[in-house]
């Protein structure tokens, strides 16, 4: 793996200065709460557009999804068809609410609607899952710069983690949507610099028609799956029903997402941000998977490592294991051998069913193969009582872009990681802070002046800064960053929108139902989650949105049966 010169240094280092410098300076001394929590009340719908989409856009979602269509495919797509309906919605149903409500969080709703103790039970639950998310969102990057400069990834978490906090601390949500917008065009330019290089990259007279061919051959290109089949995890229903009330969830009701459009200078500009990034999003997640099938066309031509993680490797050919491992590997090379002809057959327009055929065979053959190491790299950690991943994809991108890319393109790349990253992180801090100061710290004690409420965010904000560094400190991959980090949110989601919902749309149900409903419904929505990881039943995470949001409203209803005399506060 080639290590960064002076060039790429020079690239990286410019670039995330630059934007932690100019966020910090645009948005200093922000002396009241108006300022710091809602940047003043005068985002254009753009940079709400751009902000909404750099919140959700983490490393993560860099790191991972390429890796994920390397392995499985663009049918994670499908995941993000819900988010248009969830748009429309959002645009027609809360900003007008919120906006009437002139509230700083979303949970503000929930008391005018119901009671303290509801809004506090929301917020918490919000503060929950976003502050492992955050975590989540400081260690992806992590990762990448172990793996370049070779640093402990604990290291690595504080100094990423402390200079993200240091311009959100400084400047609130203005600092926030100013260096987000800088930071979606550094993404954007580097995605499809990316694109273009690995393109080029394939043999000379294989064009962008016959790798797509190539992909759809190994069957990559499938998008769209209509199954009912639970065992799939990313269809068209999950997509449409789970991810729709997912992406409600997300956008309408988590404070890092609220907080983006509730800056808005009106609600028509929080309206067309709102849609900008319903238009604009699935178009590139579906953009960022290409690249990840990209990058399996290439390694068609090129022999991919037997694990993506070079740490794994170094491991078990430093161990009693390394003779199996290199039987594994010279079956890979075997394999990758035998397949280069039925490829050549494929794009010489042989493409029978018996060329497709054998190509799929040899791509499954590598992925048993694959999935041995896997199984020799644990065994390998567990005798030595040493952590490290053997789910290598996560370090599919990484590694092609270390070992392929020119000079100064690589630190470029690593600088679109690393700023999305920072602006998911800051987003997340911001949100957490600005919750735990409104929701809880300004509601349970006497009134405090502006000065103390911005002087106590900025103090709360730093707080979860620090707690993110801690769970990212002791953060695990799972299969997946992408997928942990919708794990997460979706175990919260539906419990929290079915809240809104009821509040929104079940005008005779009071505080106290909804209040004990929720916390028997978050009981059940944890419990269906463990079955499903122990294979007791079988539900995927996306439907957990679905199921979290239809339970609590149901048993809300039933509790209110038993409650008359509950009495409603209204707004």
């Known amino acids: 793996m080639q290590i960064l010169n002076w060039i790429d240094w020079v690239v990286l280092a410019v670039t995330l200065l630059a934007i932690v410098i100019y966020g910090t300076w645009q948005t200093r001394g922000s002396k009241n709460v108006q300022d710091y929590l809602k940047g003043g009340n005068t985002s254009k719908w753009w940079t709400i557009g751009l902000s909404v989409m750099a919140t959700q856009a983490s490393a993560i979602t860099f790191l991972s999804t390429p890796g994920q269509a390397y392995n499985d495919g663009m049918g994670f797509v499908q995941f993000y068809f819900g988010?248009?309906?969830a748009m429309i919605v959002i645009c027609m149903v809360f900003i007008p609410l919120y906006h009437r409500l002139k509230v700083y969080t979303a949970y503000e709703f929930l008391e005018n609607r119901f009671d303290?103790?509801?809004r506090t039970l929301t917020a918490i639950l919000f503060l929950i899952q976003r502050g492992l998310s955050a975590g989540i969102t400081i260690f992806a990057p992590a990762i990448i710069l172990s793996i370049v400069l070779g640093?402990?990834?604990?290291?690595?978490?504080?100094?990423?983690?402390?200079?993200?906090?240091?311009?959100t601390v400084s400047?609130?949500?203005?600092?926030v949507n100013v260096t987000q917008k800088h930071q979606m065009i550094v993404i954007f330019v580097g995605m499809l610099v990316a694109f273009f290089i690995i393109v080029s990259k394939l043999p000379q007279d294989i064009t962008f028609t016959k790798a797509l061919d190539i992909a759809g051959a190994s069957g990559k290109m499938k998008i769209l799956d209509f199954s009912f089949n639970l065992n799939n995890r990313y269809t068209f229903w999950s997509g449409i029903i789970g991810g729709t009330f997912l992406m409600l969830s997300y956008f309408g009701?988590?404070?890092?997402?609220?907080?983006?459009?509730?800056?808005?200078?009106?609600?028509?500009?929080?309206?067309?941000?709102?849609?900008?990034?319903?238009l604009l999003k699935v178009p590139m997640q579906f953009f960022i998977l290409l690249v990840g099938v990209m990058v399996f066309v290439f390694y068609q031509f090129n022999e991919a490592p037997l694990n993506f993680n070079p740490t794994a490797t170094e491991l078990v050919l430093n161990s009693e294991f390394a003779s199996d491992y290199i039987k594994l590997q010279e079956a890979q090379k075997d394999n990758f051998e035998s397949k280069q002809i039925e490829i050549k057959n494929f794009i010489n327009s042989e493409a029978s069913e018996s060329t497709i055929e054998s190509i799929s065979k040899a791509n499954h053959i590598s992925k048993n193969i694959s999935n041995e190491a896997k199984l020799l790299i644990d065994k390998v950690a567990e005798k030595q009582n040493i952590k490290v991943e053997s789910n290598d994809k996560d370090y599919v991108f990484i590694h092609f872009i270390l070992n392929n890319l020119p000079r100064g393109l690589i630190g470029l790349l690593l600088a679109v990681i690393l700023s999305a990253a920072m602006s998911s992180t800051s987003s997340e801090l911001n949100a957490l802070g600005s919750t735990t100061t409104i929701d809880l710290y300004k509601r349970n004690t006497k009134e405090k002046t502006e000065e103390q409420m911005v002087k106590a965010s900025k103090w709360f904000t730093f707080a979860w800064g620090i707690i993110a560094i801690c769970v990212?400190?002791?953060?695990n991959l799972a299969e997946n960053l992408i997928q942990l980090v919708n794990i997460i949110g979706s175990i919260f989601y539906g419990n929290v929108l079915g809240i809104f919902f009821i509040a929104f749309f079940f005008k005779y149900v009071k505080g106290h139902a909804v209040f004990m409903a929720a916390i028997i419904t978050q009981i059940i929505v944890i419990s269906l989650f463990l079955l499903n990881e122990h294979e007791i039943i079988n539900l995927p995470f996306l439907w957990l949105n679905f199921v979290g949001c239809i339970i609590?409203?149901?048993?809300?209803?039933?509790?209110?049966?038993?409650?008359k005399n509950d009495k409603k506060i209204t707004t």
């Open 171 to 175: 400047g609130g949500t203005r600092a």
């Open 552 to 563: 609590v409203i149901a048993i809300s209803c039933i509790i209110q049966l038993f409650y």
């Open 151 to 167: 640093w402990d990834l604990l290291t690595l978490n504080i100094v990423i983690g402390f200079l993200v906090i240091i311009y």
């Open 83 to 85: 988010l248009p309906i």
């Open 472 to 475: 990212a400190c002791v953060a």
């Open 253 to 278: 009701t988590d404070q890092s997402q609220v907080q983006r459009y509730l800056s808005g200078k009106s609600v028509k500009e929080m309206q067309l941000g709102l849609l900008f990034n319903g």
């Open 116 to 118: 303290l103790k509801t």
